[in-house]
């Protein structure tokens, strides 16, 4: 039995050694662009804190939404506009999203404004349109891309323009981060990394696992005064135990992020099917006026989540179309799922809605799995705990590749060593 038990460890040992070898570039890489992202947010709205606050002048009303898009439009005719984002807090700007017609397909061309530089961040918003059509996997199909101006609700004044999706230091870390700046061939990469780290997880735990009470408590703190070897295997194996099952999380969503299958079986494990795709209602008031009652949509969804942090409203899809407005999720740990209801394009009427909570559990499972992966799930504990496990993480494949070397010399050395010298008889 203790000789199964050691042929075991040794089988273990091999197969942690051999993947983590395999994959301890591509791991540390993902890592180090992970703590750049994780707070891309925050850090955007600290560069461009102008973009997205205001100061709320005394006994001024609100502009409507009409008037806001009227006089966007006056400064920047070539502009159609594709939503709105209108948050709670009084002192936040009104995201106006919109698409150059004179740009060329796909691109976004620069529109005239006040007082502000072109931007470069990813909107928090994301794009217009979220209450279209799903895909399969319950995936929303990606809304009509296009750029986003943040304007004073007061006076409607652009204070900045978001044209790309994010900034370039962003863009970037994001490209090496899913693809190694390899396209295709490197998002398969990155796939099979978070695959070889779920095995290599286990793998360390069942090498962590201690025989006595002694040695748990050696294998829970790190010896901070032992010598350099002692002290890189402590960094490897007790920061790998403390952050394994973090680690195990962030490899788990990534593979299913990456792979089909590992989606197709998520649904399998929940005995739950995707989502039915959603279709918009066709407008109560086909043919009505081309005015769009933005304002009327707008008031319907407030009534309707009045709890919410922001609504999204967005344009109809064409002339016979519903306005949506979206709003965040309030089921615990989902406020990144929408809720999104279908209003009358020319009375803003309520004409039926489509709840998060009515998606099937594979399909809430799925869309859990990027929030989860980013840290975004909690907010900003999550994404602090997010930031200290891939500050760890980067350490592994370093302490790693020590012990490896250590204990490679160690046996070179000892099959290298001479013989001892028998004494010569006399």
Same mark, same amino acid.
């Given at each position: 039995?203790?000789?199964?038990?050691?042929?075991?460890?040794?089988?273990?040992?091999?197969?942690?050694?051999?993947?983590?070898?395999?994959?301890?570039?591509?791991?540390?890489?993902?890592?180090?662009?992970?703590?750049?992202?994780?707070?891309?947010?925050?850090?955007?709205?600290?560069?461009?804190?102008?973009?997205?606050?205001?100061?709320?002048?005394?006994?001024?009303?609100?502009?409507?939404?009409?008037?806001?898009?009227?006089?966007?439009?006056?400064?920047?005719?070539?502009?159609?506009?594709?939503?709105?984002?209108?948050?709670?807090?009084?002192?936040?700007?009104?995201?106006?999203?919109?698409?150059?017609?004179?740009?060329?397909?796909?691109?976004?061309?620069?529109?005239?404004?006040?007082?502000?530089?072109?931007?470069?961040?990813?909107?928090?918003?994301?794009?217009?349109?979220?209450?279209?059509?799903?895909?399969?996997?319950?995936?929303?199909?990606?809304?009509?891309?296009?750029?986003?101006?943040?304007?004073?609700?007061?006076?409607?004044?652009?204070?900045?323009?978001?044209?790309?999706?994010?900034?370039?230091?962003?863009?970037?870390?994001?490209?090496?981060?899913?693809?190694?700046?390899?396209?295709?061939?490197?998002?398969?990469?990155?796939?099979?990394?978070?695959?070889?780290?779920?095995?290599?997880?286990?793998?360390?735990?069942?090498?962590?696992?201690?025989?006595?009470?002694?040695?748990?408590?050696?294998?829970?703190?790190?010896?901070?005064?032992?010598?350099?070897?002692?002290?890189?295997?402590?960094?490897?194996?007790?920061?790998?135990?403390?952050?394994?099952?973090?680690?195990?999380?962030?490899?788990?969503?990534?593979?299913?992020?990456?792979?089909?299958?590992?989606?197709?079986?998520?649904?399998?494990?929940?005995?739950?099917?995707?989502?039915?795709?959603?279709?918009?209602? $066709? &407008? #109560?008031?086909?043919?009505? @006026?081309?005015?769009?009652?933005?304002?009327?949509? %707008?008031?319907?969804?407030? +009534? /309707?989540?009045?709890?919410?942090?922001?609504?999204?409203?967005?344009?109809?899809?064409?002339?016979?179309?519903?306005?949506? $407005? &979206? #709003?965040?999720?309030?089921? @615990?740990?989902?406020?990144?799922?929408?809720?999104? %209801?279908?209003?009358?394009? +020319? /009375?803003?009427?309520?004409?039926?809605?489509?709840?998060?909570?009515?998606?099937?559990?594979?399909?809430?499972?799925?869309?859990?799995?990027?929030?989860?992966?980013?840290?975004?799930?909690?907010?900003?504990?999550?994404?602090?705990?997010?930031?200290?496990? /891939?500050?760890?993480?980067?350490?592994?494949?370093?302490?790693?590749?020590?012990?490896?070397?250590?204990?490679?010399?160690?046996?070179?050395?000892?099959?290298?060593?001479?013989?001892?010298?028998?004494?010569?008889?006399?």
């Amino acid at each position: 039995m203790i000789q199964l038990n050691r042929f075991m460890k040794v089988i273990f040992r091999r197969i942690h050694l051999y993947l983590a070898l395999a994959a301890g570039l591509v791991f540390f890489v993902q890592c180090l662009t992970g703590t750049v992202l994780v707070f891309e947010e925050e850090i955007t709205h600290a560069l461009h804190a102008e973009r997205y606050a205001v100061a709320v002048p005394a006994g001024q009303p609100r502009l409507t939404l009409a008037q806001l898009a009227s006089q966007f439009q006056q400064a920047n005719p070539k502009a159609k506009v594709l939503g709105f984002k209108v948050y709670a807090d009084p002192a936040r700007t009104v995201e106006l999203m919109y698409r150059d017609e004179k740009a060329r397909p796909g691109g976004s061309g620069e529109l005239k404004q006040e007082g502000s530089r072109p931007g470069g961040e990813r909107g928090p918003a994301g794009g217009p349109g979220e209450g279209g059509k799903r895909g399969q996997g319950g995936e929303k199909k990606r809304p009509e891309r296009g750029s986003t101006a943040y304007l004073n609700p007061y006076t409607g004044q652009v204070l900045g323009l978001q044209t790309e999706k994010q900034l370039p230091v962003f863009k970037f870390a994001e490209d090496l981060h899913r693809r190694l700046l390899a396209g295709e061939v490197g998002k398969a990469l990155t796939g099979l990394s978070a695959l070889f780290i779920l095995f290599i997880t286990v793998t360390g735990l069942v090498l962590w696992w201690p025989k006595t009470r002694d040695m748990l408590r050696g294998r829970l703190r790190i010896k901070w005064g032992a010598s350099g070897k002692r002290l890189t295997h402590d960094l490897h194996v007790v920061l790998g135990f403390y952050c394994s099952l973090f680690l195990f999380g962030l490899a788990l969503t990534g593979v299913i992020m990456s792979y089909r299958w590992a989606t197709e079986a998520l649904f399998t494990l929940t005995n739950s099917r995707p989502t039915v795709g959603l279709v918009a209602p $066709v &407008s #109560a008031q086909p043919g009505s @006026p081309r005015a769009v009652a933005y304002d009327a949509a %707008l008031r319907t969804g407030q +009534a /309707t989540y009045r709890t919410a942090d922001f609504w999204r409203v967005s344009a109809p899809k064409d002339s016979a179309a519903a306005i949506t $407005v &979206s #709003a965040p999720s309030m089921l @615990p740990l989902r406020s990144l799922g929408l809720d999104t %209801l279908f209003v009358d394009r +020319a /009375t803003g009427a309520a004409l039926g809605q489509h709840l998060y909570a009515r998606q099937t559990a594979g399909t809430q499972l799925r869309r859990l799995a990027k929030p989860l992966h980013t840290g975004e799930i909690g907010g900003v504990w999550t994404k602090a705990l997010a930031l200290v496990v /891939t500050l760890c993480s980067l350490t592994f494949p370093v302490t790693g590749v020590l012990m490896w070397l250590r204990r490679t010399r160690k046996k070179s050395g000892k099959t290298r060593r001479p013989a001892a010298a028998q004494p010569v008889a006399g």
